[in-house]
């Protein structure tokens, strides 16, 4: 199963993640949820400098983040190996990327109608889905879980318009989405998991849920230890030992990710954040 992924939105938030951030005291500072208030205004400071206004110009062409998307939600969400059968679970991952990217449009540009859409494709979900279910479960979980709560947060702490349903959102990421989060997969690939404890993070901060929060910062090491990269090789990207590094790719993101709320790292601080997290058992590659 491979989830489709904006990329003039996956630019524009990792602009922000490189964007420093004072040190916070211990408590959840909201919008906190993968970038903070801080990021995304010096984001939007310099929406007309490059790289910052092609992604800018991307992601307001996409189709998730036009006025007209289309929610689909569902009930039960069931989700097969190599998405067989894929009933529901294409539409959450793609429903939850929308309605992150209109909340990012509505942050970056002040127009209320976008997080007015957000809002509908969160509404849409939260009045109907119950479940996850099939052997995909815990992975389409913390895939659409981790888009839901970058969304739900932004909106929430940053739109002053009004969101009648929040709170119903709120009861079905605590419901649906984060008890299957934090019993985790130790079974599957590392990776699995590193998305669940991602998708479990932003939940819990969303939640102001700090016992969450500490789970999901523990259960880090548990899939860190599974990870392997292999050691300068050169690999097709659509290969299989291809499509292993692009994972670990993702999966480094996460790891390198401190807590969400208090401060991010040092750039340049990463191969040493990554190697402390990762163990002895991880190889970086040089180049």
């Not at 189709?63 to 998307?69: E, K, N, P, R, T």
């Not at 998708?199 to 548990?222: C, E, N, P, W």
Request: with cysteine; net charge positive.
């Amino acid at each position: 199963m491979r989830l489709a992924r904006p990329v003039a939105a996956v630019m524009l938030v990792a602009a922000a993640l490189a964007v420093p951030q004072p040190a916070q005291a211990a408590g959840f500072k909201h919008p906190g949820v993968l970038v903070s208030r801080v990021q995304l205004d010096f984001v939007r400071a310099n929406l007309d400098k490059e790289p910052w206004k092609s992604a800018w110009d991307a992601l307001q062409k996409s189709s998730f983040a036009s006025l007209s998307y289309p929610a689909k939600p569902r009930a039960d969400v069931n989700c097969g190996g190599g998405s067989i059968p894929d009933n529901g679970c294409s539409d959450e991952r793609k429903d939850a990327m929308a309605a992150y990217t209109h909340a990012l449009r509505w942050y970056l540009s002040k127009d209320a109608r976008y997080a007015k859409k957000a809002i509908q494709i969160m509404d849409a979900w939260s009045a109907v889905i119950t479940k996850h279910t099939g052997s995909n479960a815990p992975l389409q979980t913390g895939w659409a879980g981790a888009n839901f709560s970058r969304a739900a947060e932004l909106i929430k702490h940053t739109y002053g318009g009004g969101w009648s349903q929040a709170d119903r959102l709120a009861s079905k990421l605590r419901t649906v989405y984060l008890p299957i989060l934090l019993a985790g997969r130790p079974n599957n690939n590392g990776n699995w998991e590193l998305i669940m404890t991602d998708a479990a993070i932003g939940i819990a901060v969303h939640l102001d849920d700090r016992t969450s929060f500490k789970q999901g910062g523990r259960d880090l090491a548990r899939p860190a230890a599974r990870l392997h990269l292999p050691h300068h090789r050169r690999v097709d990207s659509q290969s299989s030992a291809g499509q292993q590094v692009q994972h670990q790719g993702r999966d480094h993101r996460i790891l390198a990710r401190p807590d969400q709320v208090r401060g991010r790292p040092d750039p340049g601080d990463l191969p040493r954040l990554l190697a402390h997290r990762l163990g002895p058992r991880s190889h970086l590659p040089c180049g």
